[in-house]
C-alpha cells in the first residue's frame, strides 16, 4: 500500500493532531478522521496515535491511501494539479530561514486578486522559488513546503505598476511578526518617485484623509482624499529638472494608494500614473522619458528582524526603466540617494 509522510515543523507545532488533520484533509469530516486514526491510516511516529495527541516539531505523520491525495485542502491540490510557476521576474535583496525580500519589477501582480486568476503573480513565483529545492519523491512536500496548512506570504502589498521591495514570511511566526510590525507601524518604508511640479518647502508632510470606494459590485474604485481615514506621507525634495522633480517619500500610515492620492491631491501627481494624474501629461512624459509606467519605487525598509531582533536596512536598485527615465529628464547619476546608490544588486548576508 502506498504512503506519504510529513515531518511536524514549528509551524505545525503545538496544534492538537486531529485539528491539524481537518485542515489538511478538508474533504473529510472529522468522523472519518478519527476513524483513520483509529485504524492506523493515520500514525503518528510509526504507531497508533490519538487525535488529541500535541505535535512537536520533528514528529512524523503518515499517511496511507486510505488518506489520498484528492482529500488534501485546494490550496494543496491546486499545486499539486498545475504545478508551480516557474518565473523568476523579481530579485532577492535578503533571505535568511524565517523571511525572504525582494525586488518586485513593475508588471507584476503581487496576487490574483479582483483582477481575475492572473497566472505568474508574485506570490506564485516566490513559492514556486521555495518549493523548487528537491524532494523525496511521495512525499507532502512534493505539494507544498514549509508546510501544507501554512504558506508564504506576503506581508504587504504593492500595486501592479508600482516596483520595489516586498517582504515575505516564510514560517508562520515570522508571518505573524512582520504583519504586526506594520500594522503598529514598527517599519520604515522609504519611497521615490518622479512627479510633475514640486511640494513646498523642499521637505514636509501630507497629511490628508484617504477614502476608498467601491462600486455596486464590491470592485474597488479611486480613492479620494480629503474624507475617511487619516493618512500621512512625509515627503523630502531631493532634486528639481525643468517640470520634473525627484523626492523621497516615507509611507508613515499605509493606506491603499496613499501615495498616489496624496500627491495629486497637493497638485503634483506622480509621472506616468495614468488613473490620479494627467494622461495628456503623461503621453508627453513617456515620449520624453520612455517611460511606459508610474514612475513609484518602494526603495528602503528598516526594521528589526521578527525573530532575531537584529537590525536590517534593505534597499531595492533602481529598475533599468526608471534609471533610463531620470537619464532622460536630466538628471545625473548623484542626484539619487548615496543610501540608494550604494545598494548592491546581490543579496546581503544574514545577521
Same mark, same amino acid.
Given at each position: 500500500?502506498?504512503?506519504?509522510?510529513?515531518?511536524?515543523?514549528?509551524?505545525?507545532?503545538?496544534?492538537?493532531?486531529? !485539528?491539524? %488533520?481537518?485542515?489538511?484533509?478538508?474533504?473529510?469530516?472529522?468522523?472519518?478522521?478519527?476513524?483513520?486514526?483509529?485504524?492506523?491510516?493515520?500514525?503518528?511516529?510509526?504507531? #497508533?496515535?490519538?487525535?488529541?495527541?500535541?505535535?512537536?516539531?520533528?514528529?512524523?505523520?503518515?499517511?496511507?491511501?486510505?488518506?489520498?491525495?484528492?482529500?488534501?485542502?485546494?490550496?494543496?491540490?491546486? !499545486?499539486? @494539479?498545475?504545478?508551480?510557476?516557474?518565473?523568476?521576474?523579481?530579485?532577492?535583496?535578503?533571505?535568511?530561514?524565517?523571511?525572504?525580500?525582494?525586488? #518586485?519589477?513593475?508588471?507584476?501582480?503581487?496576487?490574483?486578486?479582483? !483582477?481575475? =486568476?492572473?497566472?505568474?503573480? %508574485?506570490? =506564485?513565483?516566490?513559492?514556486?522559488?521555495?518549493?523548487?529545492?528537491?524532494?523525496?519523491?511521495?512525499?507532502? #512536500?512534493?505539494?507544498?513546503?514549509?508546510?501544507?496548512?501554512?504558506?508564504?506570504? %506576503?506581508?504587504?502589498?504593492?500595486?501592479?505598476?508600482?516596483?520595489?521591495?516586498?517582504?515575505?514570511?516564510?514560517?508562520?511566526?515570522?508571518?505573524?511578526?512582520?504583519?504586526?510590525?506594520?500594522?503598529?507601524?514598527?517599519?520604515?518604508?522609504?519611497?521615490?518617485?518622479?512627479?510633475?511640479?514640486?511640494?513646498?518647502?523642499?521637505?514636509?508632510?501630507? /497629511?490628508?484623509?484617504?477614502? +476608498?470606494?467601491? =462600486? $455596486?459590485?464590491?470592485?474597488? +474604485?479611486?480613492?479620494?482624499?480629503?474624507?475617511?481615514?487619516?493618512?500621512?506621507? !512625509?515627503?523630502?525634495?531631493?532634486?528639481?529638472?525643468?517640470?520634473?522633480?525627484?523626492?523621497?517619500?516615507?509611507?508613515?500610515?499605509?493606506?491603499?494608494?496613499?501615495?498616489?492620492?496624496?500627491?495629486?491631491?497637493?497638485?503634483?501627481?506622480?509621472?506616468?500614473? /495614468?488613473?490620479?494624474?494627467?494622461?495628456?501629461?503623461?503621453?508627453?512624459?513617456?515620449?520624453?522619458?520612455?517611460?511606459? +509606467?508610474?514612475?513609484?519605487?518602494?526603495?528602503?525598509?528598516?526594521?528589526?528582524?521578527?525573530?532575531?531582533?537584529?537590525?536590517?536596512?534593505?534597499?531595492?536598485?533602481?529598475?533599468?526603466?526608471?534609471?533610463?527615465? %531620470?537619464?532622460?529628464?536630466?538628471?545625473?547619476? /548623484?542626484?539619487?540617494?548615496?543610501?540608494?546608490?550604494?545598494? $548592491? =544588486?546581490?543579496?546581503? @548576508?544574514?545577521?
Amino acid at each position: 500500500m502506498s504512503q506519504r509522510s510529513f515531518t511536524v515543523s514549528a509551524n505545525e507545532a503545538n496544534q492538537r493532531l486531529d !485539528r491539524f %488533520l481537518r485542515k489538511l484533509l478538508d474533504d473529510v469530516s472529522l468522523s472519518a478522521i478519527y476513524k483513520l486514526v483509529r485504524t492506523r491510516q493515520i500514525t503518528l511516529n510509526g504507531a #497508533k496515535a490519538k487525535p488529541e495527541a500535541r505535535l512537536k516539531p520533528g514528529d512524523v505523520i503518515v499517511f496511507q491511501q486510505a488518506a489520498s491525495d484528492r482529500h488534501l485542502q485546494p490550496r494543496v491540490r491546486k !499545486r499539486a @494539479e498545475h504545478g508551480l510557476s516557474s518565473r523568476r521576474d523579481f530579485r532577492i535583496v535578503y533571505e535568511d530561514t524565517e523571511i525572504l525580500c525582494v525586488n #518586485k519589477p513593475a508588471g507584476v501582480l503581487v496576487h490574483a486578486g479582483d !483582477r481575475g =486568476d492572473a497566472k505568474d503573480t %508574485l506570490i =506564485d513565483q516566490v513559492t514556486g522559488y521555495l518549493l523548487e529545492k528537491p524532494r523525496e519523491p511521495g512525499d507532502l #512536500k512534493d505539494f507544498v513546503r514549509p508546510s501544507p496548512t501554512f504558506a508564504p506570504s %506576503l506581508a504587504h502589498r504593492l500595486d501592479r505598476d508600482t516596483s520595489g521591495l516586498v517582504l515575505v514570511g516564510k514560517t508562520l511566526g515570522a508571518t505573524q511578526a512582520l504583519t504586526d510590525m506594520i500594522k503598529h507601524r514598527r517599519l520604515t518604508k522609504l519611497y521615490l518617485a518622479l512627479i510633475f511640479g514640486s511640494l513646498p518647502k523642499g521637505a514636509g508632510e501630507i /497629511d490628508v484623509p484617504l477614502q +476608498r470606494h467601491e =462600486d $455596486a459590485k464590491g470592485r474597488r +474604485r479611486k480613492v479620494e482624499a480629503g474624507s475617511g481615514q487619516r493618512a500621512i506621507t !512625509r515627503y523630502e525634495v531631493i532634486a528639481h529638472k525643468g517640470h520634473f522633480t525627484l523626492v523621497q517619500l516615507e509611507l508613515v500610515t499605509g493606506r491603499t494608494h496613499q501615495l498616489r492620492a496624496h500627491l495629486a491631491h497637493v497638485g503634483s501627481p506622480i509621472v506616468g500614473d /495614468d488613473e490620479y494624474g494627467s494622461r495628456e501629461k503623461n503621453r508627453h512624459a513617456h515620449e520624453k522619458l520612455g517611460l511606459s +509606467r508610474q514612475f513609484l519605487h518602494a526603495a528602503r525598509l528598516q526594521f528589526a528582524h521578527p525573530v532575531s531582533q537584529a537590525a536590517l536596512d534593505l534597499r531595492a536598485p533602481l529598475w533599468s526603466d526608471l534609471r533610463i527615465a %531620470l537619464t532622460r529628464a536630466g538628471f545625473a547619476p /548623484d542626484n539619487i540617494p548615496d543610501w540608494l546608490r550604494d545598494a $548592491a =544588486d546581490s543579496p546581503p @548576508e544574514a545577521p
